[in-house]
């Protein structure tokens, strides 16, 4: 999966916002974290106030990439979901389309199987955001990669000026 330099819009910015805060919330997380692979952090949700969230998005795509490599050795094309499981917490990652990773930290007042389904289906609403937003930032590209057109008035040369006012 490449990593992408992600530019949002502030109507991506509160879709993402709301997706991750509705899965917060339906899965009942601790935390949920979307995170580039370049692993900085996009969008966070719940209550992370003890994490260390760069560590964490930085962890995280390095233990995606790691995965992928592993992947590859077994002849895979790839591991969408990673889980650890520990004494108080858990984590559950997930690839959302090819562009970025999602988090899921949880204890024992839920269940990894509650947490696969609300992951599951919150999965595609970020997907499409952020497909959108890189749809719109490879236009954007395009468009600027175009060369400039001159105006009527970028034509006009100083001495056709001078002529006029003779």
């Given at each position: ?152 008035l970028q034509e006009i040369t100083d001495e056709e000026i001078e002529n006029l006012f003779k």
């Amino acid at each position: 999966m490449p990593a992408l330099d992600l530019f949002l819009y502030e109507e991506d910015h509160i879709a993402l916002k709301q997706a991750v805060e509705r899965l917060c919330r339906e899965s009942e997380a601790k935390a949920v974290f979307l995170i580039d692979k370049n692993g900085q952090q996009i969008m966070a949700a719940g209550d992370y106030g003890d994490i260390d969230t760069v560590s964490l998005a930085t962890l995280a795509a390095g233990n995606v990439a790691a995965t992928d490599g592993l992947a590859r050795l077994l002849g895979e094309q790839g591991f969408t979901i990673l889980f650890h499981e520990g004494e108080r917490d858990n984590i559950h990652i997930s690839i959302v389309g090819d562009l970025a990773i999602l988090v899921v930290i949880f204890d024992e007042r839920t269940s990894v199987g509650l947490v696969r389904l609300r992951v599951k289906r919150s999965t595609d609403a970020l997907e499409s955001v952020l497909l959108q937003a890189v749809e719109r930032q490879q236009a954007l590209k395009e468009q600027s990669a175009k060369p400039e057109q001159k105006s009527g008035l970028q034509e006009i040369t100083d001495e056709e000026i001078e002529n006029l006012f003779k």
